[in-house]
């Protein structure tokens, strides 16, 4: 969709987008729109959708509810319009406009809001419709073509057309994540991950390295190799190294970079612990977490965000062979810890482990990462926001603003000491379960073992894949989670590197 700022809209739109809040007049309402909201057709209720029609070739108008002010967020502009796209794209609108509703954010930027605005827009309009031959099934998705920010002062013009911009960038790398992840595991190998990494890599002049199989093999990684030996899709390591600071020969370069590490298993049947068949072709998502950090590092790389970025996917099928992995078995991790396999399907904490030291390889700030780790965290929390998990208290509270700037949830739950002794094992250091009670805190512990700088564990079991078809901007299948945290939180810490250097 073609998104663009204008001092005015024009005689060729097919519809306008008024932004009604509850018990309030929305921005600009003409006549038509003042008898409505004054008959109580149009109440302004979140979500509430009124579309009013003047004649068959009259410009439509859609009132969309905001709610109360009250309980207006930035994420509920971004559903608002979510709805609004795709409540358009089904009446057969092509062309719309609508104004930035900054009356009812004093406090909110009208670029941050358009940006936001965008965002919901574009994310409610993704499809994967790659796999469709049938042409019939493309055609029935029809698709709104333009959208107009009408806004006449200059000043507030140019903001807006950076928000929509970075708006759309944003949304870009979110669709990104959603295609790869909605991909099946017969496209979406680690090869094919390395592919993609290169893609990137190449596009904004990122460092790459792939390490295989045998590099892994020699540098002692037996948590990774561990889960990689039952498949016979090559495992890949891939790094990727975003450098800005240094290159641009930046003083925020000697703070160290900010590594960011996903959990990459492009499928998990959960090996010879195997899964139940209900659902299991939905483990081609286990990816999601290195699907998140592959597009944060070409998000930010887009947005020449100032601030050294490293991002670690340690790419791999988890799969039942003759050769795979037993439960029993003991493998000696990069770290030199030693780690008793009590369950094949708890196997993305064996490859975060590897992974996590490796990252300290690079002295960094900070290590952030993002896994599909625990069914239990969907006990814990549901599909709605994301468990949080860390060493470090600065950290905590920097992610947890960034949450609540970009509209993805999180939620933090403990680490103490107590739960340790559950994954402590009779003949190895540790055990990769610590069984059912505190599944996904024992996991997270289990990983801090691998971490000696300020870490931030995300376990995105419960967010990283939607089946709700009613969600205003998440679309069914995988959300691409975390990205727009992520980016939130990159930007503020380049801002805030930037103003201790002067």
């Avoid at 410009?59 to 969309?64: G, R, V």
Wanted: with cysteine; charged share 20%.
């Amino acid at each position: 969709m073609d998104i663009r700022v204008q001092d005015r809209c024009g005689g060729d739109i097919d519809a306008q987008v008024i932004l009604h809040p509850e018990g309030k007049p929305p921005v600009l309402p003409d006549k038509l729109v003042q008898s409505v909201i004054a008959s109580g057709e149009s109440t302004g209720k979140f979500l509430q959708s009124v579309v009013l029609r003047q004649g068959p070739k009259t410009i439509k108008t859609l009132l969309m509810g905001l709610g109360n002010l009250s309980d207006l967020t930035q994420d509920r502009l971004r559903q608002a319009m979510g709805r609004a796209a795709t409540h358009l794209r089904d009446i057969g609108v092509a062309k719309f406009a609508v104004t930035v509703p900054y009356p009812f954010f004093p406090r909110v930027g009208v670029g941050r809001l358009a940006q936001t605005m965008t965002e919901g827009m574009q994310l409610s309009l993704y499809r994967l419709l790659a796999y469709k031959t049938n042409k019939t099934d493309k055609e029935e998705y029809k698709s709104v073509k333009t959208c107009i920010f009408v806004e006449p002062n200059a000043a507030k013009c140019r903001l807006i057309q950076a928000g929509i911009s970075r708006g759309e960038c944003i949304a870009e790398g979110v669709s990104d994540i959603r295609t790869l992840c909605n991909r099946p595991s017969n496209t979406v190998t680690p090869t094919y991950l390395a592919q993609e990494a290169k893609k990137i890599a190449d596009r904004f002049g990122i460092r790459l390295t792939v390490l295989e199989r045998e590099d892994v093999r020699k540098l002692g990684m037996g948590g990774f190799l561990g889960v990689a030996q039952g498949t016979c899709e090559p495992p890949k390591f891939i790094v990727l190294e975003y450098r800005p600071a240094r290159t641009m020969g930046r003083a925020t370069a000697k703070r160290g970079p900010v590594v960011l590490v996903g959990k990459s298993v492009t499928f998990d049947s959960g090996g010879i612990s195997l899964k139940p068949p209900e659902n299991m072709e939905q483990m081609k998502y286990d990816m999601s977490g290195g699907a998140t950090v592959l597009a944060t590092l070409k998000v930010a790389a887009a947005l020449e965000l100032p601030i050294d970025l490293v991002g670690i996917l340690p790419a791999t099928d988890n799969m039942p062979s003759g050769s795979a992995i037993h439960p029993g078995d003991v493998v000696t991790t990069l770290s030199g810890k030693t780690v008793e396999v009590v369950n094949t399907d708890a196997e993305g904490r064996l490859c975060l482990a590897d992974a996590l030291t490796y990252a300290a390889r690079y002295k960094p700030v900070a290590i952030i990462d993002l896994a599909t780790l625990t069914g239990a965290c969907v006990i814990s929390l549901g599909h709605h926001a994301m468990a949080l998990f860390s060493n470090n208290a600065r950290l905590t509270t920097q992610l947890k603003q960034a949450s609540d700037e970009s509209g993805e949830r999180v939620w933090e739950l403990p680490l103490w000491e107590d739960y340790l002794k559950q994954v402590q094992s009779d003949i190895a250091d540790l055990k990769n379960s610590g069984g059912r009670p505190a599944g996904s805190i024992t996991a997270a512990i289990f990983l801090k073992q691998f971490v000696n700088v300020p870490w931030v564990h995300f376990d995105i079991a419960g967010t990283a894949w939607n089946t709700d078809s009613n969600h205003p901007y998440l679309t069914k299948g995988s959300t691409g989670i975390g990205l727009r945290l992520l980016i939130a939180y990159l930007t503020a810490e380049a801002k805030g590197r930037n103003r201790s250097r002067r």
